[in-house]
């Protein structure tokens, strides 16, 4: 069965940083792109970072580029968002996300995770 | 950016309802968009992707049209289950989500 599973939310103060984990399972981590998509609290979905299969590849959206940085380990079969200068509005439910085709391509998210909760408050 | 225009916000509807959500691109994206799924406290599942093909796993009732700028999510006889919030994202430049339609019993 195909898994995802994050960890390392919590609460941190305006400025700080953070790293969110996914962990994968039941398919082969390195042939697919991956990406991050958050949820404000009573919010919709916001795209934030995809990353290709083997890792050289990343992008972001405008609202953390340079704050924000997409990273994996094909070994490990894990995903990773280190976010710095974490601001109020970074609050929010973040999903890790599978691409539902292998290679950098046009892709929907065919798996997902259940979400690790990030709150930036003082 | 591309954005993603959802309507309605919010549909009220009887189990057995025939559905409609239309979705709209700020440009052209071809066929790259798909429909989403969300209910309260738990992780979008995909419904419809490339526009009109069904996700796996996913009910007959749910079908997707549409291509260029202007995109439909249509469920033909509503379930329980299917009171939720569904979303459109696009794919054909970088990603982005529509605003997302509640969808509510009545």
């Known amino acids: 069965e195909v898994q995802l599973l994050e960890s390392g939310g919590g609460l941190v103060q305006p400025g700080e940083s953070l790293r969110v984990s996914c962990a994968a399972s039941?398919?082969?981590?390195?042939?697919?792109?991956m990406a991050w998509v958050r949820q404000a609290p009573g919010k919709g979905l916001e795209w934030v970072s995809s990353?290709?299969?083997?890792?050289?590849?990343?992008s972001y959206a405008e609202s953390v580029k340079g704050r924000f940085t997409i990273s994996r380990d094909n070994s490990r079969n894990f995903l990773y968002l280190e976010m710095n200068s974490l601001r109020a509005e970074d609050t929010a439910i973040y999903y890790c996300?599978?691409?539902?085709?292998?290679?950098?391509?046009?892709?929907?998210?065919?798996?997902w995770g259940q979400g690790t909760m990030v709150t930036v408050s003082s | 950016d591309i954005q993603m225009t959802q309507s309605p916000s919010t549909l009220s509807a009887f189990v057995g309802d025939r559905v409609t959500i239309t979705c709209r691109a700020s440009q052209s994206i071809g066929n790259w968009l798909a429909w989403y799924q969300q209910t309260p406290g738990k992780a979008p599942k995909l419904l419809i992707y490339q526009a009109s093909s069904l996700g796996s796993g996913v009910p007959s009732r749910f079908s997707g049209s549409g291509s260029g700028t202007e995109f439909t999510l249509t469920i033909s006889s509503l379930q329980p289950d299917d009171f939720a919030t569904y979303y459109c994202?696009?794919?054909?430049?970088?990603?982005?989500f529509g605003q997302g339609t509640k969808v509510e019993i009545k």
């Open positions: 990353i290709s299969g083997s890792g050289v590849t990343t």
């Open positions: 996300a599978k691409d539902l085709v292998g290679g950098w391509e046009p892709a929907a998210f065919d798996v």
């Open positions: 994202q696009q794919y054909n430049n970088r990603w982005t």
């Open positions: 039941g398919f082969t981590f390195s042939d697919y792109p």
